[in-house]
């Protein structure tokens, strides 16, 4: 069975991996009804960055802004970095912040790109999502406040997190 023909462990027919696709690019954001979870920052975070929907629509691609600043969600197998293997850190496309390594990269076979950490816990907004009947985790630019996916956990040791983010809140730098 080819990666593409499942989401997560579980195999999938194509249609529903495009249906859930299609699904997920609504969005919801859960800053709508914000819920922080509890977390103590260890240092300050860098100045916030705020900018005004038109500078976002003009810094952003569309997809970035779909997902960054309208909480969408792209479809599985779609973006850039869910097969990525270089060496490097992966940087918010909003702002650069850096959030996380190449070492800490899994392939979740959900499709979309997983770490088991973050490079800087402080560089991550956690927030309660109730979005589609579901109860997760949100995860956030601590910078700029976009969007990029959610927490789970059902990752890897050491950790047992899967961060899940879209590859369109990302941009890629190699480091070695």
Known sequence: MKSHDRVGPFPAPAALVGA???????GACASQKEKPMSQTPK???AAPLVKTDAEWKSHLDSMSYQVLRQCGTEPPFTGAFWNHHET???????????LFSSKAKFDS??????????LDSNAIRRLEDR????????LRCARCDGHLGHLFDDGPAPTGQRYCINSASLKFEKRP
Not at 20 to 26: K, N, P, R, S
Not at 88 to 97: D, I, T
Not at 110 to 118: E, R, T, V
């Open 131 to 138: 979005s589609h009947g579901m109860v997760r985790i949100e």
């Open 88 to 98: 490097g850190v992966y940087q918010c496309a909003g702002c650069g912040a850096d």
């Open 20 to 26: 859930l696709g299609l699904l997920l690019l609504i």
């Open 43 to 45: 240092k300050g975070p």
């Open 109 to 118: 076979g959900s499709g979309w790109p997983s770490y088991w950490d973050a």
